[in-house]
Structure formats: C-alpha cells, structure tokens
C-alpha cells in the first residue's frame, strides 16, 4: 500500500526542535494527526517552520478527514502541551519512551500531518462547533469507542492533566498519555475501523523560569507599563448583577497540599466551572470567591475547595489619591478549614489593575503570601502571570497594569553605582590635568643667565 507520510522520525523531531528555539509557545500548541485513509495530503502543503496556523488553515488541513463518508475522528485533547515537551523528552534527548505511541503512529500510519503551531484558539473552535462524544482516560476504552458506520463518529477523549511541578512527574504524565493513546488506537486497529485521531492541547504549556532567571524585586513598586503578552484565554469576570465588577487571569493557578498537586487553571479559565456566585463588589471592599468541587477527583481527601481573594479600596493623604490592596488571601476546605495568608506587595491606584509574573508562598515569588495561621502552613500556592482589577472595570478589559516588578532592582542599582564611581574617577582625572602648568620664564643660553634670588 503507498502511503503519503511527509513526517518521519528524523522530520518530526528536527521540525519541532527548530520550531521551539525560533518561536515562543505563548499562543500555539502543536496539532499531530495520523489516519488509515491514504494520501491525504501532498508534500507542497507542508507547513513552514515558525508558521502559525490559524483557524481558516486548520479547517483546510482537516477537510480531507471529515470528507470521508462517514468520517470516525478521535480527538485526544489534553489540557497543556507546547513544542518544548517534545524537544525536552524526544528521542534528541534520548527518551524513546514518553512520546513513543505517538512517534510510531505517525511513521506507520498511511497519511500523517505534524502542524507544530496552531493556534489555540482554532483548537477550541473545532472543539465548540462540532458534536463530539467526549470520554475520559479512566473509562472501558473499547465500550466507549464503539462506532456506528452509519453516520459520523466524533470522539474527544480527555487525557489527564499534566503534572509539571518537576520533570519527573511531567514525564510521566505525557508516558501515561501516550500509553492511552495508544491503547486507544491500537484497538481501533484491531477491529479494523478506518479513522482518523488528533492529538492536540486546549492551551500551550506554560514554564515557569527557575531562580537563576528571576530576581527578588524591593522598593516601591510603581506603574509600569502595559504588558504586551498576549493572553492564551479570556480573563475570568464576575458581575454584581449588571455590569462587571472584578477581572482575574492567570496562565496557571496551582495549589499543594500533603504532597498532592491541585491544578485549577483549566476549571477556573477554561471550562469555567467554577462557582463565583459568593463574591462580594462595592466600592471599599471587594472578595472574589472561587468554589471548586473536587468530587471527581478520587486522589483527593478534598469535596469543596474555596479561595477568597479579599480587597479593599482607601483613601491615602500621602499620594492624595486612592489606592486598592489585596489583604488576604483565604482558602476554605470543606467549608470548614480556613487557611489565610497575608499578602505583601500587591497595591495599585484604584483605577488601575495589578500584575506580577508570579505569586505565591515561594520566597522567590514577586508578590508574596505569607501564611497567617497553622492550617496555611500545609499549603503551597503557585499562580503566574497573575493580574486582578477589582475597582472600576471599564469594558470588560483590564485597565493600565501597576507591575509588581521593582522600580530599582539590584542590576539597576549595581549599574548607577558604578557608573557614578567611573564618573567621579573621571571627573577627578580631568580636574588634575586642568590644574597642569607650565614655566611662564625660560633660561636662555645665548644670552644673560637667570638669577633667581634666594632671599625675598
């Protein structure tokens, strides 16, 4: 059988690796797709290194699998993935195994696609406007993928979440997936199904820097100006009944307790599950309330969970203006456990929102929450790219965003130091040459000589 695969191994992975260090994983994901109909697309429609498929290109590359009759498509969607998962545990780095199911099904497969940067906002459209059958990981497998040949066979199987706390887990995780992919595929080849599958993410991944690359900010924190990174989602609004009164975006919203990893980026972004319905919005004191219900999770102790983020508006003689600050930040367990933290430097004129890289209970974080009471202490709190307004929302968008990055950070004030002690050293070089003379009167030998007089 001839069979159109552009994509093999060595392609794959040189694609993706030279994808990853000229292209920022801000707003695509990959998109990997393999069927058992053969040529369904040419090798000139090969997509360019560091070009982002949008979503009009994305309904082109796919039109050949949904023009099949009676098209069987298997979506398995994860939550996060960018092409840095594949360059850091890709057969490059000697990792055979993490992304192996995947690796073989795209050699093998008759027609196979790699678009290493689609837009996320694409996959969510292809999500929403089609009817798609949607099952989890941990289900009978080969009960749910039963197919009618009848009439089309959409399914979304949701892989489990990625756990990237370290790089042991977040190997796993994507181990874990692949071997479900691969289970899944594999049946679908045994009883003999013409299909199509895609594998893809509902956002990119997001990689928090280590310590080497963040610095500890102090000072006063001022204005900054607005952030250019664009936003993998919609910011979460609440309303008070009309208008709306509080924006709140993170690209990741994590929690630890006793060792288990909490992720509630997607349920609080993405799928918008969560309960916001005890928030609280006047014009002194705003509490964002944010209910979880974590019955699903059967690795968790936990039924409800509740983060309070409590804000307050005042009045400030000093600047003659006012100002907002974040107090508190409260998590209730099973509405009976209260932990609070304190909250350090998250302050911004009223008008204005806020933002900070990361916050959390790390000492590394720019703003920091300082537990307050011993049920804290069990807790660990990660949010990145973490931005809130809780007063005066114009629009449904963020106002100008007061950063929590230093006005003088330790390079800055290194810098001026030294610069003022090469310019004192050069200011002083120039004074002693200034203060050079020379002889007003010269001896000449042809004529009298010169007497100084030794007496006055």
Same mark, same amino acid.
């Given at each position: 059988?001839?069979?159109?695969?552009?994509?093999?191994?060595?392609?794959?992975?040189?694609?993706?690796?030279?994808?990853?260090?000229? !292209?920022?994983?801000?707003?695509?994901?990959?998109?990997?797709?393999?069927? &058992?109909?053969?040529?369904?697309?040419?090798?000139?429609?090969?997509?360019?290194?560091? #070009?982002?498929?949008?979503?009009?290109?994305?309904? *082109? %590359?796919?039109?050949?699998?949904?023009?099949?009759?009676?098209?069987?498509?298997?979506?398995?969607?994860?939550?996060?993935?960018? =092409?840095?998962?594949?360059?850091? @545990?890709?057969?490059?780095?000697?990792?055979?195994? &993490?992304?192996?199911?995947?690796?073989?099904?795209?050699?093998?497969?008759?027609?196979?696609?790699?678009?290493?940067?689609?837009?996320?906002?694409?996959?969510?459209?292809?999500?929403?406007?089609? !009817?798609? !059958?949607?099952? $989890?990981?941990?289900?009978? $497998?080969?009960?749910?993928?039963?197919?009618?040949?009848?009439?089309?066979?959409?399914?979304?199987?949701?892989?489990?979440?990625?756990?990237?706390?370290?790089?042991?887990?977040?190997?796993?995780?994507?181990?874990?997936?692949?071997?479900?992919?691969?289970?899944?595929?594999?049946?679908?080849?045994?009883?003999?199904?013409? %299909?199509?599958?895609?594998?893809?993410?509902?956002?990119?991944? =997001?990689?928090?820097?280590?310590?080497?690359?963040? /610095?500890? #900010?102090?000072?006063?924190?001022?204005?900054?100006?607005?952030?250019?990174?664009?936003?993998? @989602?919609?910011? /979460?609004?609440?309303?008070?009944?009309?208008? *709306?009164?509080?924006?709140?975006?993170?690209?990741?919203?994590?929690?630890?307790?006793?060792?288990?990893?909490?992720?509630?980026?997607?349920? !609080?972004?993405?799928?918008?599950?969560?309960?916001?319905?005890?928030?609280?919005?006047?014009?002194?004191?705003?509490?964002?309330?944010?209910? @979880?219900?974590?019955?699903?999770?059967?690795?968790?102790?936990?039924?409800?969970?509740?983060?309070?983020?409590?804000?307050?508006?005042?009045? @400030?003689?000093?600047?003659?203006? $006012?100002?907002?600050?974040?107090?508190?930040?409260?998590?209730?367990?099973?509405?009976?456990?209260?932990?609070?933290?304190?909250?350090?430097?998250?302050?911004?004129?009223?008008?204005?929102?806020? $933002?900070?890289?990361?916050?959390?209970?790390?000492?590394?974080?720019?703003?920091?929450?300082?537990?307050?009471?011993?049920?804290?202490?069990?807790? &660990?709190?990660t949010i990145s790219e973490f931005q809130i307004q809780g007063f005066n929302v114009e629009d449904n968008r963020f106002a100008y965003a007061s950063?929590?990055?230093?006005?003088?950070?330790?390079?800055?004030?290194?810098?001026?130091?030294?610069?003022l002690i090469l310019l004192y050293i050069l200011t002083f070089g120039i004074h002693m040459i200034m203060q050079l003379t020379t002889n007003d009167?010269?001896?000449?030998?042809?004529?009298?000589?010169?007497?100084?007089?030794?007496?006055?």
């Amino acid at each position: 059988m001839a069979r159109d695969r552009w994509c093999l191994q060595p392609l794959l992975w040189f694609t993706l690796t030279n994808l990853f260090q000229g !292209t920022s994983a801000v707003e695509h994901v990959p998109a990997l797709v393999w069927s &058992t109909f053969g040529s369904l697309w040419n090798l000139e429609k090969k997509t360019h290194e560091g #070009h982002i498929v949008k979503n009009e290109q994305l309904q *082109t %590359f796919l039109k050949p699998i949904f023009n099949q009759g009676s098209p069987n498509v298997v979506l398995f969607l994860q939550n996060e993935l960018s =092409v840095e998962d594949f360059t850091q @545990y890709g057969p490059e780095n000697g990792d055979d195994e &993490t992304f192996g199911n995947v690796q073989q099904f795209l050699e093998t497969s008759n027609s196979s696609l790699v678009l290493p940067a689609v837009d996320w906002r694409a996959i969510k459209y292809l999500k929403e406007n089609l !009817t798609w !059958t949607e099952i $989890h990981n941990d289900l009978d $497998h080969e009960m749910e993928l039963e197919m009618d040949p009848s009439k089309p066979n959409l399914i979304v199987v949701k892989l489990a979440p990625v756990d990237r706390t370290i790089n042991v887990k977040m190997a796993q995780s994507l181990s874990n997936n692949d071997k479900v992919i691969g289970e899944i595929t594999n049946t679908l080849i045994r009883k003999g199904v013409q %299909f199509s599958a895609i594998y893809t993410a509902s956002r990119p991944s =997001v990689v928090i820097r280590g310590s080497a690359d963040r /610095m500890l #900010h102090t000072g006063r924190r001022l204005m900054a100006a607005d952030s250019t990174r664009p936003m993998p @989602y919609p910011p /979460m609004n609440v309303t008070n009944g009309t208008d *709306t009164c509080i924006l709140f975006h993170a690209a990741s919203l994590q929690l630890k307790v006793n060792g288990t990893l909490i992720d509630l980026t997607n349920d !609080t972004f993405i799928s918008r599950s969560v309960d916001t319905d005890s928030s609280m919005c006047s014009t002194t004191n705003v509490t964002l309330s944010l209910k @979880y219900s974590l019955q699903q999770s059967p690795s968790l102790s936990l039924k409800t969970l509740e983060i309070r983020f409590m804000m307050r508006n005042r009045f @400030y003689k000093v600047s003659a203006r $006012h100002w907002f600050t974040l107090d508190f930040v409260e998590i209730v367990q099973d509405e009976v456990n209260v932990a609070v933290f304190n909250v350090s430097s998250v302050s911004a004129p009223h008008q204005y929102s806020f $933002h900070c890289q990361l916050v959390g209970t790390s000492g590394l974080s720019g703003a920091l929450l300082i537990p307050a009471n011993d049920a804290a202490g069990a807790w &660990t709190i990660t949010i990145s790219e973490f931005q809130i307004q809780g007063f005066n929302v114009e629009d449904n968008r963020f106002a100008y965003a007061s950063d929590c990055s230093s006005f003088f950070t330790r390079a800055i004030w290194m810098a001026l130091v030294t610069s003022l002690i090469l310019l004192y050293i050069l200011t002083f070089g120039i004074h002693m040459i200034m203060q050079l003379t020379t002889n007003d009167r010269f001896d000449d030998p042809k004529g009298q000589a010169l007497i100084v007089p030794q007496t006055d």
